[in-house]
């Protein structure tokens, strides 16, 4: 699994790769879902879902960086008051901004909650539409054998999508409030 740290050295492509990872992942639990449904279902569910948070992390390098026209590869993630480089341990989607009280670390400026709100949407959207996939997958082959690729394309298109629209949403949200 990436860090947010490469993810954001990355680039956009990074998205794409994120998305052909998580179709790996649940091509390989299609096939182990057949034989135990319960724990390879709950594991996929869960790490769908902290790769969905970790896409989260970078969502918001983008929401901050695109509307200022600022580059998404470097710098690095930064304080936007004291423009102290954040530290790859304070910067872990959710926990880091708890942990901080949502307030940097250096200044101790109050940290938008959008960080967590985006990171956290991220994750449980990627989590529920890949439990929701996995679920089609499990229950239509069960019944008549229907085809994998099918689902992994609706579970790629969607996690894409999904993405492209909490980015979309944040933009606006950030527009309206300024």
């Known amino acids: 699994i990436f860090s947010s740290m490469t993810l954001r050295s990355c ?3 990074a998205v794409f790769m994120a998305s052909v990872r998580l179709m790996i992942l649940s091509f390989e639990c299609y096939i ?3 034989v135990i449904p319960t724990y ?3 594991y996929a569910i869960v790490v769908a879902t902290l790769f969905g948070m970790i896409i989260g ?3 918001n390098v983008v929401i901050y960086r695109v509307p200022k026209r600022l580059s998404l590869v470097s710098p690095r993630s930064f304080c936007p008051v004291c423009k102290t480089p954040i530290r790859a341990t304070d910067n872990i989607p959710v926990l880091s901004w708890l942990l901080l009280h949502g307030k940097c670390r250096h200044c101790h400026t109050p940290i938008s909650p959008r960080y ?3 990171e956290g949407a991220t994750g449980l959207t990627w989590g529920a539409i890949t439990a929701w996939q996995l679920y089609a997958i499990y229950a239509e082959h069960s019944l008549h054998g229907s085809s994998i690729y099918m689902h992994l394309e609706i579970l790629g298109g969607l996690l894409v999508a999904s993405s492209v629209l909490i980015v979309g949403i944040g933009i606006l949200c ?3 409030r300024s």
């Open 11 to 13: 680039g956009l492509s």
């Open 32 to 34: 182990v879902v057949h």
């Open 40 to 42: 390879e279902y709950i």
């Open 57 to 59: 992390s970078f969502l």
């Open 116 to 118: 967590p709100v985006v």
């Open 174 to 176: 950030d527009h309206l």
